[in-house]
């Protein structure tokens, strides 16, 4: 069993900044990859960014290259998104997730995939207004 707890969340202006965190427990942290996803209103879950058991390889969506900064502290079995020019369509429940399968990941398209993830931490909500 994994625990995943975010916090960070809040609401901030246009071109602000946040910085998410993940808090895990259960296993060990350098035993499993990490992701962030998130879900707007009305509109599916989607991919935002993930990182490899030892942070040496990186994921990221499009929509956020440039932008957001995913990173892990292993010694805090800590994850963490940095978001940067923040945007209002960046508005969403932003959740992390934990993937316990190191042989198939790969920082690609498989990290994308939600179903790919074995466990998700209840979300934290990031509202950026106009």
């Known amino acids: 069993q994994v625990q995943l707890v975010e916090s960070g969340g809040g609401l901030v202006q246009a071109g602000g900044s946040l910085r998410l965190s993940c808090a895990a427990s259960?296993?060990?942290?350098?035993?499993?990859?990490m992701g962030w996803f998130r879900q707007a209103p009305g509109k599916e879950r989607e991919f935002v960014a993930a990182?490899?058991?030892?942070?040496?390889?990186?994921y990221y969506a499009d929509s956020v290259k440039g932008r957001f900064t995913i990173s892990r502290d292993n010694a805090k079995n800590t994850v963490y998104l940095q978001m940067n020019s923040l945007k209002p369509e960046d508005t969403a429940v932003y959740s992390c997730?934990?993937?316990?399968?190191?042989?198939?990941?790969?920082?690609?398209?498989?990290?994308?995939?939600?179903?790919?993830?074995?466990?998700w931490g209840q979300g934290t909500q990031v509202t950026v207004s106009s």
């Open positions: 259960g296993r060990t942290f350098t035993s499993y990859a």
């Open positions: 990182i490899s058991r030892s942070g040496g390889n990186i």
């Open positions: 997730a934990a993937d316990l399968n190191p042989i198939s990941w790969n920082a690609g398209p498989y990290a994308a995939r939600a179903y790919n993830y074995d466990y």
